[in-house]
Structure formats: structure tokens, C-alpha cells
């Protein structure tokens, strides 16, 4: 058995979602865990509509999901020789012909065969057979390259994902492999890198299903076996659209941009086609562990936003508070606030009721820069009767010895016995001074996050 080596292929004409992620996923996944190797090829022949910027977003993202490939980026563009002298090979051999029907003629004789109730398909004018007269050649004219698919018989593979698949040679017609200037077009380009890549296994969306049969051909025409295919099926918008750019899809980075966390997207994506029993939480080692091609979907998924937060909060309470540190750190770095040594204890303190670092940010915020709760909140919490209690507090944790949890638990016990209050009526007030919101986790616990100076100033503002 060889060494399994898998791609990702992405087209740089847009940037890259959930849904074109997804294929870089579980062609990653399979060759990490068969010891193989992942190689990522830039397919970027449409010069038109390719961009350096959704370049990087490509390598942005799959760095970001820590998606690492062992060979590459290859690009297309760069290998546009090795292309034509494979082209040059193929029609000395006899395997590919010039066309010189123009667009114009194709297009007629496609109205033609609609007209008739026919497929509309190329019609093998200018395909050279022992005995057959061809056109004159047209002046000043330059052909388009097309390849001798085989005629009669099946083209067939067992896709990993959706079973046998075959289709009559009669129903392909000989495909433009290299355009009026000379260059290759998709089908010609992939079936080379594939072969000169030693790609073992192709994991790709369905949306390639129809490439596959001529692609097949191809390999074969030149002595070589087709690799195995998996063919992934559609990821659908909250709308049950195709996931695309058109239909409102985010680039990948945005998401990290939104604080969620890699691990946590690597979880929710392996879950859009593929399953491991009934497991919805697992760590990257785990998802290793288990990934093999027999256990893919064969329906779309859909994305739902929701169950991405609750899978990233998930995550978030695995994360050891000193990995979140730094990513919150980062949130505030964007507003200008500076982190310190308490962030870790901070992230430990507010992480469970989180679902995005962002949202963790935003409480961590009330540690390093000013707070002002709501009018409603002042108004219902900060009454003229509890003022005397909020007032007794500051004066009681002005005095503790020791600026601690437990000491800071000890003086509101105090201040409670003494005004004959319950803690909700105490604690409220106090947390919608200091953290500017009624609701926080144990009062004691966040006062203790504080400097003693911070949390007496806010209690005076009452």
C-alpha cells in the first residue's frame, strides 16, 4: 500500500468559507491519520478572476485552523511549461486534436441539438478518424486543443462517499484541453498535478462530480490509475442555500476575528458530513483517532450558527485559562487596553458563561478601563435605601488586612448581619457599580480580581 497523499485545491476568485474549508478539513484529517502527507495546490489559472488577497486568505485560514500541509503552495501558474510539454507528448501520441470550430459555430449547433430534443454536446467535427475527410482549416484562425475521450464502454469508480458511480463514454464529448493560445483549462491542469503530486486520494465537493469521469480518461490516456475518490456533499446556509459568498457566507478569518476558537471550528466542521457515533465534543487528537473516509455523510449539511457557539463554548471551558489569556488580549489590544497577570484568573472567573473570546473580552474589559451600567440598572439596583449598606461595605473592605477572597467574603457577611440584608439585595447593587451589570459570577471572587483602591472608587459613585 502507498502512502496516502491527499490535496486541497482551492481557486483564489473568492474568498474561502465554512463550505470550501470543509474540503481542506478531511483531506488534512485523512492523511494525518494514515502518516500521510497533505498538499495544498493553488489552482489559479482563471487570471481573471484570481487574487493575491484570496491567496492569503486561504493560507490565513488554514493557519489560523492549524490545517498544516507538508508540501506547497503549489501554484498552477507557475507550472504552465510542465503543462505543455505534457500537451505537446499527448498530441504526438495522437490523444488530443486541433478544433477549429468557433464559438459562434458551437453555439449553432448546440441551438440544433436543443431543437431536437438532443444533449447538447460537441460533435466530433474536426476529430480525426481512419477514412474521414476533415474541413478545409480556416485562415488566421487558432484551434482549441481537445482530447479523444474513448468511445462506447463506461467510465466507473467507487466513490468513498457515494458509492459506485458509471457513466457512458458516448454521454462525454471530446473536451477542450488547451485554449486558441495555448493554454491548458482545469480538467487537463488537475489530472497532471495529480499525477506529478502522487496523489493518492481526492477529497473534494460533489459540485466535481461531472469533472471526474473526463479527468478519469485523462489519467488513463496517460498510463496512469485514477486516484480514489470521496466526493463531499454541499454545506447549505441557515437558509438551505449552497453555502457562497453570494449567499451571505464570512471568510474563515472572520471568524477567528469574532473569537472563536480553532479547535472548536475543526470540531463543528468534522460534524458537517461526517459523525463518530453519537461524540458532538471532541479534542483534535480524538478527531484524528477516529477519521476515516467510511463514515462520511452522504446528505448536505447545514450550518447553524447557534450550535457553532455552543460548540465553541464548549471549547472554551476545556481551555486552560492561560491559552485564552492571550486571545482575549488580543481583543483588547483593538481597544487600546492593556492586559496584566490577572487576565488568566479573569478568563478562569467569566469563561463559562462565554461562547465567543470576544464575549469574554467584553467582560474582562471592566477590569482595565471604566465602567457605567445602564440608567435602568442604576435605577432599579442603586436605591436610596440600600446606599447606606453599599456605603458601610466600602468602609468595611477599606479596613480588611489582607486583599483576599476570603476576607472580602468575611466584611459583606459582616455588612449583611449588620443592615439586615439578604445577599441578592447587597450583592446586586455592588455588581452593578464595579462591573457595571447585575448579573457576574461570586461577588467575592470578582472583587478579589480588583484592586482594593478600584472597587472602593466605584462603590463611592453610588
Known amino acids: 500500500m502507498s502512502k496516502t497523499r491527499t490535496r486541497f485545491a482551492p481557486s483564489p ?6 463550505g470550501n474549508i470543509r474540503s481542506a478539513l478531511y483531506p488534512w484529517a485523512f492523511a494525518r491519520s494514515t502518516g500521510g502527507d497533505f498538499i495544498l495546490r493553488i489552482e489559479d489559472t482563471d487570471l481573471e478572476r484570481s487574487t493575491q488577497a484570496a491567496v492569503d486568505v486561504i493560507l490565513e485560514g488554514m493557519a489560523w485552523l492549524g490545517l498544516d500541509h507538508d508540501e506547497g503552495p503549489y501554484y498552477q501558474m507557475q507550472r504552465m511549461d510542465r503543462y505543455k510539454a505534457v500537451l505537446a507528448d499527448m498530441q504526438a501520441q495522437g490523444l488530443v486534436y486541433p478544433c477549429y470550430m468557433s464559438v459562434a459555430e458551437l453555439d449553432a449547433l448546440r441551438e440544433r441539438q436543443m431543437a431536437n430534443k438532443e444533449k447538447p454536446r460537441y460533435d466530433g467535427t474536426w476529430r480525426p478518424e481512419p ?3 476533415l474541413p478545409p482549416v480556416p ?10 475521450n474513448p468511445q462506447g464502454g463506461v467510465v466507473a469508480w467507487d466513490d468513498k462517499v457515494k ?4 457513466i457512458r463514454n458516448d454521454e462525454l464529448d471530446d473536451l477542450v484541453i488547451a ?5 491548458p483549462t482545469y480538467n487537463f491542469c488537475v489530472v497532471v498535478d495529480d499525477i506529478d503530486m502522487g496523489i493518492t486520494h481526492v477529497i473534494r465537493g460533489d459540485d466535481h462530480v461531472n469533472n471526474t469521469p473526463r479527468q478519469i480518461n485523462i489519467f488513463r490516456a496517460l498510463g496512469k490509475e485514477p486516484p480514489v475518490y470521496a466526493h463531499l456533499p454541499t454545506v447549505l446556509n441557515e437558509q438551505g442555500e449552497k453555502m457562497s459568498k453570494r449567499n451571505g457566507a464570512k471568510p474563515v478569518t472572520q471568524y477567528r476575528d469574532e473569537g472563536f476558537l480553532p479547535d472548536a471550528m475543526v470540531n463543528y466542521l468534522a460534524r458537517l458530513g461526517w459523525s463518530h457515533g453519537d461524540d458532538e465534543i471532541f479534542s483534535r487528537e480524538q478527531f484524528l483517532q477516529w477519521f476515516n473516509l467510511n463514515h462520511l455523510g452522504r446528505s448536505a449539511a447545514q450550518f447553524d450558527e447557534a450550535k457553532l457557539r455552543w460548540v465553541n463554548a464548549q471549547h472554551m471551558k476545556m481551555t486552560p485559562d492561560e491559552a485564552l489569556a492571550p486571545l482575549v488580549a488580543q481583543h483588547l489590544a483593538k481597544e487600546g487596553i492593556v492586559a496584566d497577570e490577572r487576565l488568566p484568573a479573569i478568563c478562569g472567573l467569566f469563561k463559562d458563561r462565554c ?11 471592566a477590569f482595565y478601563a471604566d465602567v457605567r451600567a445602564s440608567d435602568a440598572d442604576r435605577a432599579q439596583h ?12 466600602a468602609q468595611k473592605l477599606a479596613a480588611v488586612a489582607a486583599w483576599d ?5 468575611a466584611a459583606i457577611k459582616e455588612v449583611l448581619a449588620a443592615q439586615g440584608l439578604k445577599m441578592p439585595q447587597l450583592a446586586m447593587p455592588v455588581r452593578v457599580l464595579v462591573m457595571g451589570t447585575p448579573q457576574t459570577p461570586s461577588l467575592d471572587a470578582v472583587l478579589a480580581l480588583f484592586s482594593r483602591e478600584k472597587v472602593i472608587e466605584r462603590l463611592k459613585t453610588a
Open 179 to 183: 485554449r486558441p493560445d495555448g493554454t
Open 163 to 166: 458509492g459506485r458511480i458509471e
Open 355 to 365: 461562547d465567543t473570546t470576544v464575549v469574554l473580552a467584553g467582560w474582562a474589559r
Open 131 to 133: 477514412g474521414k475527410v
Open 139 to 148: 485562415e488566421g484562425v487558432q484551434p482549441v486543443l481537445r482530447f479523444r
Open 405 to 409: 477572597k476570603a476576607a472580602i467574603a
Open 13 to 18: 476568485t473568492g474568498f474561502i468559507h465554512l
Open 382 to 393: 442603586l436605591t436610596d435605601a440600600i446606599r447606606p449598606a453599599v456605603a458601610a461595605l
